[in-house]
């Protein structure tokens, strides 16, 4: 079955930047493009970007671009997404999702001094 | 951006009833291929979103015949009949049709 592994909550400091993961397991990884979403309380669900595992090829939301790098590693079957510069505005819980079809659990990123 | 509206925000239902979700777009979703990509999800409480209903009409994989979506262009619904206690949680429509993709605000369903 279709999993998605995201890593661990993360507490980071202002100014800062912080990596998150997304190891797929259970279907060809490089068949389906990853989709990353924030989800705040204040903003609902935010598309940020979309790779394609097979070519790297990114698009992103614009109000994203220059915050969020999206990459993978075909060998682990793994996306990552770098966030940069980090405000307290970046707090939320970050999803992958394999297409729309299939939703990891998310990551808590908390933005604090 | 397309901006996707949902209502209403909250609802609630008694066991067995039947609810409808309205969500409507800024711009028509058909795609320049023909396909309109207008898909629902539920967020369940503490869980992530999973997908119940793509291109407006399709149940997604292991998704009960109790949930229906229709709709086209700019407007479309989600029907949810012989309402059961696992239906409660947050649902959103949300269109892939163009970049960048976006999400309705949510509709709230409780449970009488």
């Known amino acids: 079955q279709v999993q998605l592994q995201q890593s661990g909550a993360e507490l980071v400091k202002p100014g800062t930047s912080v990596k998150l993961s997304c190891k797929a397991s259970g279907y060809t990884f490089t068949s389906n493009h990853m989709n990353w979403i924030k989800q705040t309380t204040g903003q609902g669900l935010e598309w940020i970007g979309i790779i394609n595992p097979g070519s790297g090829g990114t698009s992103y939301n614009v109000k994203f671009k220059g915050k969020a790098t999206l990459t993978v590693d075909k060998s682990s079957s793994t996306a990552f997404m770098q966030l940069s510069s980090l405000t307290p505005e970046d707090s939320a819980v970050y999803y992958c999702a394999s297409l729309f079809d299939f939703w990891g659990p998310g990551t808590m990123v908390t933005v604090s001094s | 951006d397309v901006v996707m509206t949902q209502t209403p925000v909250s609802m609630s239902v008694s066991l067995g009833g039947q609810v409808s979700i309205s969500c409507r777009s800024s711009?028509?979703?058909?795609?320049?291929?023909?396909?309109?990509?207008l898909s629902w999800y539920i967020q369940k409480p503490s869980q992530s979103p999973q997908l119940l209903i793509y291109k407006v009409s399709n149940r997604f994989s292991g998704i009960s015949d109790r949930f229906s979506g229709s709709g086209s262009g700019t407007d479309f619904t989600l029907k949810i009949s012989r309402v059961e206690p696992d239906d409660l949680g947050v649902y959103y429509c949300?269109?892939?049709?163009?970049?960048?993709?976006?999400f309705g605000s949510g509709t709230k369903l409780e449970i009488k």
């Open positions: 711009q028509s979703l058909v795609h320049n291929n023909g396909n309109t990509y």
């Open positions: 949300g269109q892939g049709t163009q970049y960048p993709f976006t």
